[in-house]
Each structure stands twice: as C-alpha cells, then as structure tokens.
Nanobody
C-alpha cells in the first residue's frame, strides 16, 4: 500500500549539514506517524524521531536532539530530516518509516508498518 524512498545521503565533512528526504507513495493517509531510524556499522538500529501528524508532536532521541530537525513539505507527501553539526559518529544508513501513531520514548521497529530502502550518510574529513 505504501512505498517510501529516502534520498539526500552522501559524503559530508564533520560539522557540515545534510538534508534527507522521504518521499511517500501509495495510500499514506492512514499513517499519521513518520519516523527516522539509522543503523551504523556494527551497531543496532537506532530510532531518531517520530513525528505525529495527528497532533504535531515530534519525539526525539537524545543523541540527535538539538542538531537534527524534522519538517513536512507543505504541498508534497515528502518529509525532511535536516542534519546539522554532523559528527563522524553520525555515519549510518538512514531509514524513514511510517506507522499509525508515535509512542513516546519507544522506537521499536515493530511499531512501524512500512520502511524505505535507506540512504547512506558518511561523515568524514
């Protein structure tokens, strides 16, 4: 029913900025929650945020709060993850996902119904 496509990844220097996009296709109206996850080499998948379109609330994990921001395109079914002050530890494959609702403090992947293929972000000098 839903297809998600991430884009915008690439190679950036430490301290730089990057904006990732999540384009959504199909029947998306039933899915009010959009989340971003990442998985670094040798590490477990980490939830970064969940934004609820129903109430406008964004739930952030401490590792990126204050450096990353989330936004929705005003006319397109596209979401953005703006990443600032990037660190080498931010290197990972970044995924967007949609679900029915956000769960505060819980980034269990099982809560989300559809996932994108991921986009690689590399932070290196």
């Amino acid at each position: 029913q839903v297809q998600l496509v991430e884009s915008g990844g690439g190679l950036v220097q430490p301290g730089g900025s990057l904006r990732l996009s999540c384009d959504k296709f199909g029947h998306t109206s039933d899915y009010a929650a959009t989340a971003w996850f990442r998985q670094a080499p040798g590490k477990e998948r980490e939830g970064l945020l969940c934004n609820s379109e129903a109430n406008g609330t964004t739930y952030w994990t401490d590792s990126v709060k204050g450096r990353f921001t989330f936004s929705r395109h005003p006319t397109e079914i596209t979401d953005y993850l703006e990443m600032n002050s990037l660190k080498t530890e931010d290197k990972a494959v970044y995924y967007c996902a949609v679900g029915l609702a956000c769960y505060s403090g819980d980034y269990d992947a099982r809560d989300y119904d559809y996932w994108g293929q991921g986009t690689q972000v590399t932070v290196s000098s």
